[in-house]
């Protein structure tokens, strides 16, 4: 176990990382970049030993439990204090699965286990070269004055499936299954298709449903300003309900209800 030093460009932000152990670096291989560094995240003993205590509490909640190798658990710790330096930088880590169709991105979330990765590997087998996985787990959301942006890094799920792009954020879908939902009469549709209709949300709901899949700092400053940037994706960004089955259709229903047009 030694100190690794490397630098990655992610979110149009250069982070060198120093780390004791060499897992990390080949996580991060396709990252790898040159330049001055925006920040530095070294990781400690403490911080495994936090995570790992992270771990031991959520197997309270009927998780199985897990030996993670510290090397394991220093991946983690990275990425969090990644996270907290990101907030400062106008960039959110965000609980989803996140794609490009021809350059476009648009981001799935949603609670674990509710079919985000099944409907963005839905999109791949439909539109095929078309589509790019970005990030399948936790993407980092940009937010520009003029735009919002979503892009790739290597912490990306059990998969792995992720690319090291930016690209521009055109639709954020609340994903539902189809047969879950209490559907309310209050609900505007925007497209319909089969078992599969895309709904306008009003402002709370939008709120409700990024403020749950975002990252949450324990430093009250960058909660405020988390907060701030939630708002500013809102405005910029059509927010929408996906009620939907795993279906090609499904696919479909959201393709046209993010604006892309329609395809018979």
């Not at 990382?17 to 396709?30: L, M, P, T």
């Not at 969090?80 to 330096?85: G, L, N, P, S, T």
């Not at 963005?120 to 589509?131: E, H, L, Q, Y």
């Not at 990024?210 to 960058?222: D, I, P, V």
Request: proline share 2%; charged share 30%.
């Amino acid at each position: 176990m030694s100190d690794t030093h490397f630098k990655i460009l992610i979110a149009g932000t250069v982070v060198e990382i120093i780390s004791a152990y060499d897992c990390i670096h080949e996580f991060c291989a396709d990252y790898f970049t040159e330049g001055d560094a925006d920040f530095v995240v070294r990781t400690s003993e403490e911080d495994i030993r936090h995570e790992r205590e992270r771990d031991e509490k959520g197997t309270s909640s009927g998780r199985i439990p897990n030996d993670y190798p510290d090397s394991y658990l220093e991946v983690l710790a990275c990425y969090r204090k990644i996270a907290e330096e990101m907030i400062d930088r106008n960039v959110l880590l965000m609980h989803g699965s996140a794609i490009s169709i021809d350059g476009n991105g648009v981001l799935f979330v949603a609670g674990s286990g509710t079919g985000k990765s099944t409907h963005a590997d839905i999109w791949k087998k439909k539109f095929k070269n078309r589509v790019d996985i970005i990030n399948d787990d936790k993407p980092l959301i940009k937010i520009k004055k003029d735009a919002v942006y979503v892009c790739g890094t290597p912490w990306s799920g059990k998969k792995g499936l992720n690319s090291p792009q930016d690209v521009l954020l055109k639709a954020v879908y609340k994903l539902e299954r189809a047969g879950d939902e209490s559907c309310s009469t209050d609900w505007k549709f925007v497209v319909k298709k089969g078992n599969n209709s895309v709904f306008e949300l009003d402002h709370e709901e939008k709120w409700k449903a990024l403020a749950s899949q975002s990252y949450k700092s324990s430093n009250s400053l960058r909660l405020a300003h988390s907060m701030t940037l939630l708002d500013e994706i809102i405005k910029k960004v059509p927010v929408r309900r996906l009620v939907c089955d795993m279906s090609e259709e499904a696919a479909l229903t959201a393709y046209e209800g993010a604006g892309f047009g329609s395809i018979t």
